[in-house]
């Protein structure tokens, strides 16, 4: 698998921007990423970085798979 290279301030507003964009809460958005809801806070504060397989799901999709399993 290839290494993503994202900056962890900018993925976090990425992140931040899409999920309120689709009225999704930290809460149910932590869940369907497979991260705690702190950890969740912490990336979208650009303090953490999530692991490379999430990034490239969220960056590839743009959330869009986000909203396929909220609807299953």
């Known amino acids: 698998m ?3 290279l994202v900056d ?8 931040r921007m899409a999920r309120n964009s689709m ?6 958005c932590a ?13 979208e504060n650009g303090r953490v970085l999530m ?3 999430i990034i490239q799901k ?4 743009g959330m869009a798979m986000i909203l396929c399993k909220r609807r299953k």
Do not use: C, Q, W
């Open 2 to 4: 290839a290494t993503v």
């Open 8 to 15: 962890a301030k900018y993925f976090g507003n990425y992140l």
């Open 23 to 28: 009225n999704i809460t930290r809460f149910e």
């Open 31 to 43: 869940k369907l990423l497979g991260v705690s809801h702190s950890e969740l806070i912490k990336i």
């Open 51 to 53: 692991p490379d397989k």
């Open 58 to 61: 969220v960056m590839t999709n």
